[in-house]
């Protein structure tokens, strides 16, 4: 089982449960807890097809306060393909006021400094587009890149991404395999923002899996 490795701020608060769900055979804990209990409501992985390969590059983990379901009352009853295929619903969910932590695990290695190119662009261009893309993101966003730069990513380093309730700041936060782990505060609203929506924006995201893993279980959570 690979370790719910934080910095030494998020490690005094989340501890791992002994349920455990499997995504491509990377254990993720069921449940975490921050300030509040947190549970795995959505996983799934990245993977592009290269030369007829499928080739897989990160595990999600996707851990939601339970209470989420109570900003989400509009799309009681919806079935999980309803879901997935509405991104409003999606959209309800990175604007609810509730904690998040993403959590992702390399499968396939790769340098920080292209990871870093992936986050660029990606948030760049959807601030672009919601004409959001200012002086001030332009530097958030250089900073964040920055973080990654000189960093390796070798099968199995794990990236989180810890969003607060009501915050408009987030924390990435490193584990490397034999190094102290690293950390950086995103401190745009915008930016921190349109990284939410980079996982979680419904067919706007990068990992379809996510999003119906998310779909799934959240339909079936609305239903309870």
């Known amino acids: 089982m690979l370790p719910l490795s934080l910095s030494p701020s998020l490690a005094k608060i989340i501890t791992m449960a002994t349920e455990t769900v499997l995504v491509d055979e990377i254990s993720y804990p069921s449940k975490i807890t921050t300030t509040k209990p947190l549970s795995l409501l959505g996983h799934g992985i990245t993977d592009m097809e290269i030369h007829f390969l ?5 595990a999600i983990g996707v851990y939601l306060e339970p209470e989420v379901v109570n900003h989400l009352q509009q799309w009681k009853g919806k079935s999980a393909k309803e879901l997935e295929d509405n991104d409003d ?11 998040k932590v993403i959590r992702l695990v390399v499968i396939k290695e790769i340098k920080g400094a292209q990871y870093g190119v992936q986050i660029e662009t990606a948030v760049r261009d959807r601030l672009a587009a919601d004409d ?9 966003l250089e900073k964040a890149i920055e973080f ?23 924390e990435i936060v490193v584990s490397l395999e034999g190094k102290e782990d690293s950390k950086y505060v995103v401190e745009n609203a915008n930016v ?17 899996s996510t999003i119906k893993s998310l779909a799934t279980n959240l339909s079936e959570e609305l239903s309870k």
């Open 132 to 140: 959001k893309y200012e002086d001030e993101e332009e530097e958030a």
């Open 89 to 99: 619903f999606f959209d309800a969910l990175i604007s609810a006021p509730v904690e």
């Open 148 to 170: 990654f730069q000189s960093k390796y990513f070798k099968k199995n380093s794990v990236i989180t991404y810890h969003f607060p309730a009501n915050s408009s700041t987030a």
């Open 192 to 208: 921190v923002e349109t990284i939410q929506k980079w996982y979680l924006a419904g067919s706007r995201a990068i990992s379809p």
């Open 54 to 58: 499928q080739v897989k590059f990160y």
